[in-house]
Antibody
């Protein structure tokens, strides 16, 4: 059974940093790309970042580029999101999700339950 | 970045109704589109991928169609457990943008 368990969220002041983790199990971790998706309170889903299966390629939304860094550790089956220079608008529930691939296209087939990040003074 | 719009933004429907939600892309995305269902306090759940492929375990009353720029999600006979918010997401280019969502509630 695929499981994704996020952790690391919390309250942080504007300008601060936080590292989110997503512990994965139930699949061959380094065979699949992974993504972070966030959802501000009462708002829709926003794609944040993705990383290829082996970690060689990373992608970011313009809203976080230069401030967030996605990475993965194959030995720990864990995905990370290092967030720095945090802003109030980064306040959201952050989900990690596993990417699947079919017929030439990707999609997110499993999602964690999310970890809440609150940026406030 | 590719923009996705959804219509309507919300709708009220009754159990047994046929419901159709539209997702439009700002440029052609072939069939690189997925649909998700999200209930309050829960993570999104994959319904449809590759625009029209039903995810395993998802009831057959859900179906997807379209390619290029125009896509639809159809619920053939709305059930009580289908009241939720539905999102489309494109996978042609990064960023893998989401649509703004369509909330389906009880009439």
């Amino acid at each position: 059974e695929v499981q994704l368990l996020e952790s690391g969220g919390g309250l942080v002041q504007p300008g601060g940093s936080l590292r989110l983790s997503c512990a994965a199990s139930g699949f061959t971790f380094n065979s699949y790309a992974m993504s972070w998706v966030r959802q501000a309170p009462g708002k829709g889903l926003e794609w944040v970042s993705a990383i290829s299966g082996r970690g060689g390629s990373t992608y970011y939304a313009d809203s976080v580029k230069g401030r967030f860094t996605i990475s993965r550790d194959k030995s720990k089956n864990t995905l990370y999101l290092q967030m720095s220079r945090l802003r109030a608008e980064d306040t959201a529930l952050y989900y990690c999700a596993k990417e699947a691939y079919s017929s030439g296209y990707y999609y997110l087939d499993y999602w964690g339950q999310g970890t809440l990040v609150t940026v406030s003074s | 970045a590719i923009q996705l719009t959804q219509s309507p933004s919300s709708l009220s429907a009754s159990v047994g109704d046929r419901v159709t939600i539209t997702c439009r892309a700002s440029q052609g995305i072939s069939s690189a589109l997925a649909w998700y269902q999200q209930k309050p306090g829960k993570a999104p759940k994959l319904l449809i991928y590759d625009a029209s492929s039903l995810e395993s375990g998802v009831p057959s009353r859900f179906s997807g169609s379209g390619s290029g720029t125009d896509f639809t999600l159809t619920i053939s006979s709305l059930q009580p457990e289908d009241f939720a918010t539905y999102y489309c997401q494109q996978f042609t280019n990064y960023p893998h943008t989401f649509g703004p969502g369509t909330k389906v509630d009880i009439k």
